[in-house]
């Protein structure tokens, strides 16, 4: 450690103890702080949404039941302990939101985003520590918002999430749209500031704040999927915003952007003309779609970085998950229709949009078979994270195969919202990227807060999880089959779903085991922060940068010098070395960066290691691509 | 090397919370089990469920043992210092017991709820090429479902955690890569040319002896609208919609008769504009007499209303509400009139157009369902037809099939003697989304269809509509009765 380096120690030192209370909890400029309070505020928003979604569970399965305390907590939403039906679609839809934007969107990567990318690319903190802050705080206040609508008078937005217009835009046609919806509305626009902000940080920071050593191709698989994810976000959140901007001008400045031929029962005839219901799903859905894979990417990043460190092995196929990762981005772009097919868009259109689709399962194929050889002939370790990740490609895999009948148009007539599509996609985003969260969670709560999880609590936690979200979504798919639409209140009143009641009931009683299981992981979580195990240097004997940082938080994060990086991340059990590890930060001149399997036997050919450093990955993609490799 | 082994102390907080968790839990989950399995018997010895009671025991049993074993484990591992017990190997042995029973579930409930897919054969001709779609798609998803979802347990087992074993270092194969990446594209090659031969057919050209059939959605309803003896359906617009003509018909008489009602209305509206400052002083002199009296603490609910009228009429909102009441009503009676100088459009063509409150259809015939919303993105679901399509407000949409199963047919298949098609709502619209919906029947011959329409009201009937009022009176009440029917249909409207 030279001179300077101790000198800037010091100054770290001193620095840190001029933190007031303030500005090192509340408007924190520090990455791995914000990192904090984007997961306790993800946490939180999770446990709404999961209550949330409790309730109406209850009304679904028992719809003739009278549920007292219901009546005590939602007051008049719940006379007699019977869920109001405007209230029910008012929970359904706050649960859409919450979960795809607060928890799986912000709560995900947000924390790991803030979190990795300046430890694992060797950075003293993000590219503008500001916008950061600001960030978590329209963040925040989007979340106060949006919680605020539940107890507006009329009740919360309840035009389902994705608040199709004209029934969002009328304040007559259903209570939800009237304050509640101008709240959500408020909400989401804060939301896409916050998300704006972050990603323009991320971006700027993966691209220009790399340490030394650090080239592309040598960043972990989480720093690709967190830069994805942050190009899609920025490409694609404005859009809605102009989708939400256009609702508020035909709520309350009386433009017909989205409105015509309206005949509302005891208002009349409205004025608007000239406008398309249609315009505004193009707009929704062009972010939504990519919405899809800004929750998933994040999920697969983490599970890649997780399953390697766990099976003792290096990812397989490190260029082909990065290729993957980029034709998925570029495919989400343009695969946005598939959620409209039956909307009476030109089936023309419809076939185009079903083409690019199935393309997109490709790319997810890669994925899943790598992940499976990264597993064969591992040594795996079952740390709580690393089941949350192989539960992760369990889903992945069986809600990613639904996908292929739901991309297809002529498929899409019968299962187009249906209970089918419920189960598709609360596996495939909805499961996975909470698994994956929850992976992360697990991983790095050593680096976070500097203590361990209990790890038997954290295995309970998984099984139970894992078991329940199967029994809750699988037996969804045959509901969907039968032709059972989803948003229905209840199914008592069409013949043809009673033979489902035992199925729903099954379902609640499963979700219920299910969120009781979050009990343990809630305690798990917050207990340890004061309590747990302190944490080892690198407890998992992990390859990658963030563990050579001290376990104690420091302004700056390595006390002096950044160290540099000599190797890809996933340097695991190499021939060449006792320990099963081999950290990118240590310095070993004489061993080559990558061995290849052939030239264990030979003497390492050290030319075409000079090749492989130099090359990125775009490179290297491009040569797989025309088979030069 | 030492990894992951379990160290509990007696009466730790893992074993509290767990013994919590099942105490809690099991009565749930068994109440459950229960009730699916059979309703709930009268209260006596002999109908108690012998079953449960000793499932219950069981399972006491079993977490005492467990917890037991915990015990002993813990305390051995204090003696000897040595790990007995490795949760990497209860994890693997959780993951291949996991793995077989689920696969064994998801075989079970295929053959237990494979009955409802797709609600057993298609009801329509193109429902033959979806369904064959669909099984091709389940064929190969579910073969590829079964095998990744095996391997990725059986993995989790087979190369669970050895310290005397080194991970396998095979970092990348780009032949294999290249087979997994091929494989799939073949295969769904195969799938996307399939489906786009299928949908183009579904939604390819309609042919020229297609009947028309207008279905029309609405909070929350659905109609249906055939065309009378000229075989034409007449034109509409939304500006038209009024009682008496729920669908927006053009027909003369209705039309004139909306007119009529709209400039009233404008009048009255106009006649409270004027005299909105009286009001909004008498509102003023009412909320101060009743406060002033102490009545807004004797009579709260009174004075919330009281009040609620006084602050519109002194923040202005009641003199605005009116101001735009009478813009919008003014502008539907501008574009009325602009559609009553074109005689092309009011052609006759509509006054005999039958309203109904069902559609029936007539085996092997095909047909274009028009659609139109009201209010609202609605969405018209008949999942036994293979058929669903959106109704949105402003843009009309349809869908062509023909029907090839009678309901007569259909019951007989499904022994169910009660059965009906029906035609349901599949896009969120409210909050009687749940139940809105219009039964369909397919009938077998022509003859049953005619009999069925010429008993169903024409729009207007020819001699009314030269008389005088009263007929127009009998018309009026027989949609009120209609109306009447579908509320007492739809149980949250009462």
Redesign the interface.
């Known amino acids: 450690m030279s001179t300077a380096a101790i000198h800037a120690d010091t100054h770290h030192d001193h620095h840190e103890h001029k933190e007031s209370f303030i500005s090192k909890y509340v408007f924190s400029m520090d990455h791995k702080m914000i990192s904090k309070q984007f997961l306790i505020t993800g946490i939180v928003m999770g446990m709404v949404g999961l209550i949330m979604s409790l309730i109406f569970r209850l009304q679904l399965a028992w719809p003739d039941e009278q549920f007292g305390f219901l009546e005590t907590l939602l007051g008049k939403w719940a006379v007699d302990g019977k869920l109001d ?2 209230f029910y ?1 008012g929970l359904v839809t706050i649960h859409g939101t919450i979960m795809v934007f607060y928890v799986l969107t912000a709560g995900l990567s947000g924390t790991f985003s803030n979190l990795l990318i300046p430890l694992q690319l060797g950075a003293r903190d993000m590219a503008s520590p500001f916008m950061n802050m600001l960030s978590y705080w329209f963040f925040f206040l989007s979340s106060v918002t949006l919680l605020s609508s539940v107890f507006v008078e009329t009740g919360p937005a309840s ?2 999430w994705t608040v ?1 217009p ?2 969002s835009a ?1 304040e007559k ?2 209570p939800g749209s009237g304050l509640g919806m101008t709240l959500w509305l408020a909400a989401i626009a804060l939301f896409i500031v916050s998300s704006l902000l972050a990603g323009i940080n991320y971006i700027s920071t993966v691209l220009n704040m790399r340490t030394k050593g650090m080239s592309m191709n040598r960043m972990p698989l989480t720093i690709w999927a967190f830069f994805f994810t942050a190009i899609l976000g920025l490409l694609s959140f404005p859009v809605l915003l102009g989708a939400a901007i256009f609702l508020i001008f035909d709520r309350s400045f009386g433009t017909s952007f989205y ?7 005891g ?5 608007n ?1 000239g ?4 315009l505004y799903q193009h707009l929704f859905w062009f972010l939504g779609h990519p919405e899809v894979y800004i929750i998933l990417m994040p999920a697969l990043g983490i599970t890649s970085e997780v399953i390697s460190t766990n ?10 998950m990065v290729i993957s990762l980029m034709g998925i981005s570029f495919l989400s772009f343009i695969v946005w229709g598939h959620h409209m097919f ?3 868009m030109n ?1 023309f259109l ?2 185009v949009f ?2 690019l689709t ?2 997109i ?2 790319p997810s ?2 994925k ?3 992940y ?2 990264t ?9 709580p994270a690393m ?1 949350f990740s ?1 539960g992760l ?2 889903f992945f ?2 809600g990613g ?2 996908g ?2 739901l991309g ?4 899409d ?2 299962l ?3 209970y089918f599509v419920v189960a598709h996609f609360h596996l495939v985003m909805g499961s996975a990227a909470i698994f994956g969260m929850f992976a992360g969670i697990y991983h790095w709560y050593p680096k976070m807060f500097g203590r361990m999880m ?4 954290g ?2 936690h998984f ?1 139970i999880t894992f ?1 329940t979200a ?1 029994l809750v979504f ?2 969804m798919h ?1 509901m969907g ?3 059972v ?1 989803r ?5 008592t ?4 779903f009673n ?1 489902w009641m ?2 729903n ?2 379902i609640t ?1 499963a979700a ?2 299910g969120g ?2 979050q009990l ?1 992981f809630l ?1 798990n979580f917050f207990y340890n922060i004061f309590k747990g195990k302190k944490a080892k240097q690198n407890p998992w004997q992990s390859n990658t940068l963030e563990w050579s940082t001290p376990v104690e938080r420091i302004h700056g994060n390595w006390p002096g010098e950044i160290p540099t990086v000599y190797r890809g991340p ?1 340097e ?4 060449d070395r006792e320990e ?1 590890f081999f950290p990118q930060y240590e310095p070993d001149e004489s061993a080559p960066e ?2 290849h ?1 052939k030239e ?1 036997k030979s003497a390492p050919d050290t030319k075409k290691v000079e090749e492989v450093e130099e090359g990125s990955v775009f490179f290297a993609a491009i040569k ?1 691509v025309f088979g030069l ?1 | 090397m030492r990894f992951d082994t379990l160290r509990i102390r007696p009466n730790s907080f893992i074993k509290k919370a767990l013994l919590m968790l099942t105490t809690v839990l099991t009565p749930w989950i068994l109440m459950a089990a229960a009730d699916v399995v059979e309703p709930p018997k009268e209260f006596s010895l002999a109908n108690w469920d012998w079953v449960s009671i000793l499932t219950w025991v069981l399972a006491l049993l079993v977490i005492l043992v467990i917890a037991r074993a915990f015990d002993i484990g813990a305390l051995t591992e204090k003696i000897t210092g040595k790990s007995v017990m490795s949760w990497n190997n209860i994890n693997a042995w959780i993951a291949i017991i996991f793995i077989v029973l689920s696969l064994a579930g998801v075989f079970w409930e295929l053959k237990y709820h494979g009955q409802y897919v797709l609600l057993g054969d298609s009801s329509s001709l193109h429902g033959e090429t979806y369904d064959s779609m669909f099984y091709w798609t389940f064929g190969f998803t579910f073969f590829v479902f079964v095998v990744t979802e095996f391997l990725l347990f059986y993995f989790m087992f087979r190369y669970r955690y050895n310290e005397n074993r080194k991970a396998l270092y095979y970092f990348h194969n780009n032949k294999l890569e290249v087979i997994w990446t091929i494989v799939p594209t073949i295969v769904l090659t195969f799938l996307v040319l399939r489906g786009f031969t299928t949908w183009s057919k579904i939604t390819g050209e309609v042919s020229k002896d297609t009947q028309d059939i207008e279905v029309f959605a609405y909070q929350f309803g659905w109609k249906a609208r055939y065309a009378g003896d000229d075989q034409q359906l007449g034109n509409q617009n939304f500006n038209f919609i009024s009682g008496t003509n729920p669908l927006g018909v053009a027909e003369d008489s209705k039309v004139e008769e909306l007119i009529g009602d709209l400039k009233k209305e404008v009048a009255q509206l106009e006649a409270l504009q004027a005299s909105a400052e009286d009001s909004t002083k008498a509102w003023k002199a009412r909320h101060d007499r009743f406060v002033s009296t102490g009545l807004h603490i004797t009579y709260p609910e009174d004075y919330k209303s009281l009040k609620a009228k006084y602050t519109d009429a002194v923040s202005g909102a009641y003199e605005r509400t009116l101001e735009k009441d009478i813009k919008r009503k003014k502008t539907a009676l501008n574009r009325i009139s602009e559609y009553r100088k074109d005689k092309d459009f009011f052609n006759g063509a509509g006054d005999d157009d039958k309203v109904t409150t069902e559609i029936v259809l007539v085996k092997n015939k095909p047909y274009n369902f028009k659609f139109r919303a009201r209010d609202v993105i609605h969405s018209a679901y008949m999942p036994h037809f293979r058929v669903q399509m959106n109704c949105v407000p402003g843009m009309p949409t349809s869908f062509a099939f023909t029907p090839t199963m009678t309901t007569a047919e259909a019951r007989q298949t499904k022994g169910n003697k009660e059965f009906d098609y029906y035609l349901y709502c599949n896009k969120i619209c409210g909050a009687a989304h749940y139940n809105m919906k219009i039964k369909v029947t397919v009938v077998d011959s022509e003859a049953e269809y005619n009999t069925w329409l010429a008993s169903q009201a024409p729009l207007v009937t020819p001699a009314i509509a030269e008389e005088s009022q009263k007929e127009e009176k009998d018309s009026k009440t027989e949609m009120g009765e209609m109306e009447t029917a579908m509320l007492t249909n739809n149980p949250t409207l009462n």
């Open positions: 039906p405007n679609m035009g389902g199709y004209p029934l009328l046609a259903m409105l015509s031929d309206i005949y509302l029962e208002v009349g005839a409205l004025e003309i406008g398309s219901p249609v099976a003792r092995k290096p990812i397989f196929g490190y260029t082909a039956i909307t009476g089936p419809g076939s079903m083409i199935l393309i399962a490709v194929a890669v899943a078979f790598n499976l050889t597993l064969w002939k591992g040594n795996l370790r079952f740390n089941l192989i490609v369990s895999i069986s195969l639904t292929i009948y297809n148009a002529a498929l007539i019968q187009h919202d249906s209990n790890k038997t609590l295995y309970f099984w078991i199967y699988f037996p045959f089959l039968a032709g639409p948003r229905y209140y209840q199914f009143l069409v013949e043809d033979v035992d199925v009931k099954l009683v219920i085991v009781g299981a343990l305690y996933y695991y059990s190499r021939p099963d990558v061995l399997t264990t797989r490799s």
